[in-house]
């Protein structure tokens, strides 16, 4: 477990450490407090952060391995709960981390369980900057970076996307299908996690919980933008989803087509010498009374009947465009 923090003093001056610091604070409560938690929570630490007014039931549902993204507002406090990236590869792979936030008046609790990419940037930035935004700001941050990086990859995907339809119609295979399948089962994955990250970042504008900053015109302004982000996300994964389903169903499509064209030419071709073999077979019965088998010419009309049957059926099948 890995605690670390950050307080903005009064004077202007940011000092970090760990939980010694955070005692400090406690007991002498001026200023902003940052504290970031990695790692699973222990009993010291819960007790801590329940004495923040942290609500017990927002603690137990960090704890959860998986719980949807969610935001609840409590008397001390704004608890948020975001889907964050681990990793997503350019097979759309996500390896997803939760981040929990506690946003209060003037201290912020983040609580991930491994390392956080988003929260180490902005935790980078005020070191830097040697300032300490609000609580609230520092939530938004969080989450307009991690927001971002989806973005990224999703767009990046497009060009990916666009290559697999043109293979897939020039040569298709069923190297392509497989992967169109893989993408399409990964995008639904996706498609479920915008969709939640829509939804709470609608109820945060909608509903304006308190210690977020959504009322003040500059911190409202990037909540609709980190929104806007949203809504694109989740359109983009839905319509990419789309797509990879109807290319599944091309390629299924043609594969069918192909293996109707196969079997209607071997019908054809059955259907052609079904009576050849019948005239073999007639006359390659050994009876001793057939007269035709004495005939001085019954090979070759026998040939020409067999001939004239095969040209007949020929010209049949392509007055009805069947060859």
């Known amino acids: 477990m890995k605690i670390r923090t950050q307080v903005l003093g009064n004077d202007g001056d940011i000092k970090t450490g760990e939980e010694t610091l955070l005692r400090q604070w406690q007991d002498n409560p001026e200023g902003r407090l940052w504290l970031d938690i990695e790692g699973e929570l222990s009993e010291d630490l819960k007790t801590c952060l329940l004495a923040l007014g942290c609500h017990e039931i927002a603690i137990s549902d960090i704890e959860q391995v998986r719980q949807p993204p969610k935001i609840h507002a409590f008397e001390n406090n704004t608890f948020i709960l975001f889907r964050g990236i681990i990793t997503l ?20 609790v983040t609580i991930h369980r491994g390392e956080s990419r988003s929260i180490n940037r902005v935790w980078s930035e005020t070191e830097e900057t040697a300032s300490l935004p609000t609580p609230g700001s520092l939530a938004l941050k969080i989450i307009d970076y991690a927001s971002d990086r989806y973005l990224r990859k999703i767009l990046d995907f497009e060009s990916d996307l666009g290559e697999l339809e043109e293979n897939l119609l020039s040569r298709p295979s069923d190297s392509i299908m497989t992967e169109l399948v893989g993408y399409r089962s990964e995008l639904r994955k996706l498609r479920r996690i915008f969709n939640y990250h829509n939804r709470l970042l609608e109820e945060i504008l909608g509903e304006e919980p308190r210690y977020l900053g959504t009322g003040q015109d500059e911190n409202r302004h990037l909540w609709r933008a980190l929104l806007d982000r949203c809504e694109r996300l ?25 293996l109707n064209t196969t079997m209607k030419i071997l019908t054809i071709i059955t259907a052609i010498f079904v009576p050849l073999s019948f005239l073999a077979g007639l006359y390659g019965m050994n009876f001793e009374n057939m007269p035709e088998l004495h005939m001085e010419n019954g090979y070759f009309f026998a040939l020409a ?3 004239s049957t095969a040209a007949m059926l020929v010209y049949v099948f392509k007055r009805k465009k069947w060859l």
């Open 234 to 258: 989740f359109s983009l994964s839905s319509m990419y989803y789309e797509i990879c389903g109807d290319l599944v169903e091309g390629y299924i499509s043609i594969s069918s087509h192909e």
């Open 305 to 307: 009947a067999m001939g």
């Open 89 to 108: 590869d350019e097979h759309l792979v996500l390896t997803p981390q939760q981040i929990g936030f506690f946003v209060g008046e003037d201290y912020l």
